[in-house]
């Protein structure tokens, strides 16, 4: 067990704190010390080659983080491309009012209820599938871990090719092997609603479960082995000490992923809910996020004003709630939190 | 003796689920690569199977006898991936590295301006208005490089950590004395303690770059000499719902060529994850660990 382990993960795993307020706001070393602006000058022109380093990354994002957000005021606009951001007439909160009344509970519903669905079924599953790889002694471990990972890595496209090799209604596997086998007549998959939800949390799940199983396997196998000794010589039963040792300790790390994944509930995966479905009308009420929405509006329907509403909506909705989370996070367990 | 029978009933299940687990996972892309493979006209008939009638090597001979078009596509994914990984990889390590120098004036202003992107975006819209006004990317090579691919903010957090961890500062100091410039120290002393993490981090990117297709799929509205395979497999997608949608037939301007046959497409979708299942075997244990790093934070 031991030598498997060390195999699988080199690197122990720890904690990263990419960030943390405290080094803000009581920083070890007071740099404009009263010793004057020329020892200032002396340092700064000892750290000039760093500086010139971290120019390009920052230039960087400073044309795609930064640059954009004074656009965010397209959603108070009748945009125009003619006229430009600033040119354009305001329009007040008319973007809003029309969006509010039209599409918004739809693409937030889905939205949201999509994410609380991949969270409670990935969680459980991934659970499921590290507790038995953690304690799995079969030759065959390596490669089940191997390719419950490899969906990770397949394109959206690509995935909507896999998805369209079984439900095409002509030549599809399911319509073509298995219903007929049953003698069922072939389901036209592509344009009835009732079947995408449980498609997508399918699509998902293949797709992410093999991720975050590891991240639960890493956990699992940091656990400190003497509860285990101890356990088995009490005559614990395995699933006496899986119900009873590994999910209890299991229990932070789950909560602090389920909360970083709250804090992004309000965002989605463009490709698995655009391409999946194949961008089919009629599976929009069920497929439509607010991302599909914001797309749509902007690249496919023109209605840039409406699309950029909406995007105002998430980018201020996200923000809030990746703040709450992580307040959350802080209160539980203050080494996890990003911030 | 209860015991062992215990296990061996433990371990005979946990087998028989991550067998299915497994295969749930595989085979999906076993069939298309089977399809890739099958004589079209048994498709058109019989559907996907995996055991199929009349198999044929037509379609990949096809793709690369008459299929300029895809080839070229190809090497744009390939181009592409190479270009974008080597140039992200470059800026992404210089910022980790000077965020996690201890002594730099700034560093955490600099720091939280990193870190902020991570929360707050503009998204789409705006995104889409300054790279197509202000830069004027849409049709260039430029579109596939650029937008959002280029730096993420947690590669960059996640490589500074490892920076701060793994590369002791009495090390950095000690070159310094000993008379390196901070470029020297950088590129002699720091990069080759922190190289699992600079193979990772190009690991994200290279993978990044490769499945991406929103990119083309905003910016490359017409030039279509500059689509990746990726772009390519979209663009085939839209037409046979663009035909299948429309009534009439006599569409002259459905794109790129006619739509290829069946066996044609699933050629091209295998062509697309192939580079992926090719190096896999090599990059899955760094890939693991990457994720394992990035874990909790992920």
Known sequence: ?339 | MIKNKEERTFQAIGNVFMMIFALLAIIPIILIIISSLTDNDTLIKYGYTFFPQKWSTYAYTYVFQSGNNVLHCYFNSFFVTAVGTVISLTITTMLAYALSRKGLPGRNVMTFLVFFTMLFNGGLVPTYINYTSVFNIKNTYWALLIPRLLMNAFNVLLMKSYFVTSVPDEILEAASIDGASEFKTFYKVALPLAQPIVATIALFNGIAYWNDWMNGYVYLTDATDLYTIQNLLNRMIQNIQYLSNSASLSNASVGLASIPSVSVRMALAVLGILPIIVIYPLIQNNFVKGITLGGVKG
């Open chain 1, 1 to 339: 067990m031991g030598d498997w382990k060390e195999d699988f993960f080199p690197i122990p795993h720890f904690h990263i704190r990419p960030y943390d307020l405290r080094e803000i706001f009581m920083p070890t070393e007071n740099i404009a010390t009263r010793q004057g602006k020329k020892k200032s000058f002396q340092k700064f022109k000892k750290y000039l080659p760093i500086y010139l380093m971290a120019f390009p990354g920052f230039l960087y994002l400073f044309i795609n983080n930064y640059m954009p957000l004074p656009g965010l005021v397209v959603a108070f606009k009748t945009y125009s491309a003619r006229l430009g951001i600033w040119g354009s007439p305001w329009a007040g909160l008319a973007n809003f009012k029309y969006l509010f009344a039209s599409d918004a509970w739809l693409i937030t519903r889905n939205t949201i209820l999509y994410n609380v669905a991949f969270i409670i079924v990935n969680t459980i599953l991934s659970i499921f599938v590290a507790i038995i790889l953690s304690e799995l002694t079969s030759p065959l471990k390596k490669f089940y871990q191997s390719s419950i990972l490899l969906p990770f890595l397949v394109s959206s496209v690509i995935v909507s090719y896999l998805v369209f090799a079984f439900l095409s209604s002509d030549n599809g596997f399911i319509n073509n092997t298995i219903l007929k086998h049953f003698g069922m007549k072939g389901i036209s998959w592509y344009s009835t609603t009732k079947y995408w939800p449980f498609i997508l949390i399918f699509v998902n799940a293949w797709k992410s479960v093999g991720y975050s199983s590891i991240i639960y396997l890493a956990t699992i196998l940091g656990f400190d082995r003497s509860y285990y000794e101890a356990a088995t010589i009490d005559g614990a039963s395995k699933m006496q000490q899986i119900t009873w040792i590994t999910l209890p300790m299991l229990k932070s790390t789950v909560i602090m992923l389920t909360l970083m994944a709250v804090g992004r509930i309000f965002y989605s995966d463009f490709g698995l809910f655009y391409q999946v479905p194949q961008n089919s009308g009629a599976l929009l009420p069920v497929t439509n996020t607010i991302d599909t929405y914001v797309y749509r509006g902007l690249l496919e329907l023109g209605n840039i004003s409406m699309s950029a509403a909406a995007g105002f909506y998430q980018s201020i909705v996200g923000f809030v709630l990746v703040l709450g989370a992580n307040l959350a996070v802080r209160k539980i367990d203050k080494d996890s939190a990003l911030f």
